[in-house]
């Protein structure tokens, strides 16, 4: 008896321990992440230039593309350029369009480059649109 008591004690501490070790990505909505932009979390939106000029962006935002028009990515360059906005110990917020990709994004930030605080814009800058807020085109390149 005591040796099971033992044994489910190691388990449910491994648990802990492994539960602790992944960030969960935390849903941010249009109100979470005005009150996280407030106290200085960046917010990172990853869409391309072409559906930045569309919708433009929310003000203060850091413009830095995941992936590509075709889908393709370079990881490690975009987390070099991260790297100069963020360190994986301070909150980041992620925004796309509708929350598809920075749902990826979030888990990869989190799951496999340990950032302890992701929250993931899951309605996008379409859900922000729609619920009334404000964009700009400041500072996007009108080039293509």
Known sequence: MK???????????????????FAE????DNEEIISLMKRGVPLIDVRTLEEWQKTGVIKDSKLLTFFDKNGNSDLEDWMHQLSKIVSKD????????SGKRSGIV?????EKMNFSKVYNANSGIIGWINDGQKTTTDGISHEK
Do not use: E, G, H, T
């Open 106 to 110: 979030s888990d990869i930030l989190s």
């Open 3 to 21: 040796i099971i008591k033992c044994i489910s004690s190691i388990i449910l501490f491994s648990v802990i321990v492994v539960n602790s070790a």
């Open 25 to 28: 990505v935390k849903i941010a």
């Open 90 to 97: 301070d909150p980041v917020i992620i925004l796309c369009r």
